[in-house]
């Protein structure tokens, strides 16, 4: 481990500023893996958290379960651990598919961060938990070093790109990875290359950094990961999303539900990109269940062609990518055409990460909007119309920078004090 990557030196401000809406998740060693059988079995929540879900609704989470639900797709949990034991991910989690050089305390997930975001993914609802937006999909989970493991552990954890590499060699079809920090130049970009070589759909957060330095965010900013900002609920970014060239697409990331910690006795109100991006591998594991001979390109190149925006389609937003997942619209529309099977939908992105930002974004007014890459530019707005085909709501993107953040008063009652992720 070098100095200023990992544990110590430099990059240790961004993994112990959790609490200040730092980087989700935040990646130090891009270290070693951990695996156990041991399991801490939750308590049940107190209260149905599926109600504070506000995204299943928004996103018509009801019309896709029609469709789609996720079945026979597999998505790697690349993160904290897992904890197989909470009872929404019974039976949801393939332990057996963890190559047994990962497998030391995989299931043993110390913050609740990667079980949060597996229950984002596909979790079934069961005891009032969390019901995940691709229910039948499957977890198979990884546990990497984000600054929080010690002595023994750290040895015994694998490196990203060595955990990478191994899902590429498996037939999980998806990668989430809700965590980032400072390029650690340890080969995890090779590996990423390695993945998409293979036909892996990779996503992961942006950061949490937007409103404090806006500092880049790996492994998102590497080419072939789609990055994912975080959104409101009226289809606004997060003003503490981070901002880039690298920034693909946008999902729900505010108010989120997820585990507090990782005694798995309660859930917290959650912002972050970690939701976001798990949101989004979510809305991808319901893509490929409807149409499983298609490729990770022309899945992707669906969700960017359905995203909701107001921008042009090939000047993406630094902030939102481009636009809002919908996946729904993916699923309804019987005629939809992916594409071609082979080529990148984000090439122009990862051919040059240096692109000049987005032009102007136009409101419905017809005055055009501040630049879209300025950090000062004006708050963005959206709208809900009905959807074609239904009365579920959609968004309608209309401004595409960072907005004023507005934290909603109650939250839940088993929730306490917010959440960052």
């Known amino acids: 481990m070098k100095p200023g990557t990992g544990r110590s030196g430099p990059r240790r401000a ?19 893996l951990v695996v156990t059988s041991a399991t801490l079995a939750p308590e049940a929540a107190a209260v149905d958290v599926q109600s504070k879900e506000w995204y299943l609704d928004f996103m018509g989470a009801d019309d896709i379960w029609k469709i789609s639900t996720g079945k026979g797709v597999k998505v790697a949990v690349v993160d904290t651990g897992v904890n197989a034991a909470t009872p929404t991910l019974r039976g949801q989690v393939l332990l057996d598919e963890v ?9 043993h997930d110390k913050e609740g961060h990667g079980t949060s975001m597996a229950e984002i993914i596909a979790g079934t609802g069961a005891g009032g938990g969390i019901k995940g937006l691709a229910p ?14 010690q002595g023994e552990e750290i040895g015994r954890t694998p490196a ?13 079809k998806i990668i989430n990875m809700s965590f980032g920090a400072g390029d650690t130049a340890d080969g995890t970009d090779a590996a990423v290359r390695y993945a998409v070589s293979k036909g892996k759909l990779l996503f992961a957060s942006v950061g949490n950094d937007g409103d404090m330095g806006n500092m880049p965010s790996y492994p998102a900013k590497y080419p072939g990961v789609v990055g994912v900002s975080a959104l409101d609920k009226t289809g606004t970014v997060a003003k503490f999303s981070t901002f880039g ?33 798990a949101i989004a591998s979510a809305s991808a594991a319901l893509i490929w269940s409807a ?26 937003s630094r902030y939102l990518g481009y636009g809002g997942v919908r996946p729904r619209r993916v699923l309804i529309n019987k005629d939809i055409d992916p594409g071609p099977p082979d080529v990148d939908p984000l090439a122009a992105q990862n051919g040059s990460l240096s692109a000049t930002p987005s032009p102007s974004a136009k409101a419905p007014s017809g005055k055009p909007t501040k630049e879209a890459g300025s950090a000062n530019g004006p708050t963005s707005a959206a709208a809900k119309e009905s959807d074609s085909g239904g ?31």
């Open 14 to 32: 961004l993994l112990t500023r959790r609490n200040a809406r730092r980087l989700s998740a935040v990646c130090s060693a891009l270290g070693a």
């Open 99 to 107: 190559p047994k050089s990962m497998a030391y305390h995989v299931t």
């Open 136 to 149: 039948d999909a499957k977890i198979v989970p990884f546990r990497v070093d984000l600054g929080k493991l």
């Open 160 to 172: 990203l790109p060595k955990v990478i590499r191994a899902v590429a060699d498996s037939d999980v």
């Open 245 to 277: 060239n690298y920034v693909d697409l946008s999902a729900p990331g505010l108010h989120v539900p997820s585990w507090c910690d990782g005694t798995f006795t309660e859930y917290c109100d959650t912002d972050g990109t970690s939701p976001a991006s």
């Open 291 to 316: 149409h499983p001979d298609w490729t990770a390109n022309q899945v992707l190149r669906s969700l960017v062609d359905t995203a909701a925006r107001s921008w042009p389609k090939d000047t993406p």
């Open 391 to 421: 009365d579920t709501q959609t968004w309608v993107i209309i401004g595409a920078v960072a907005a004023v953040l507005v934290i909603g008063g109650a939250g839940f009652a088993v929730l306490r004090a917010r959440r960052n992720a």
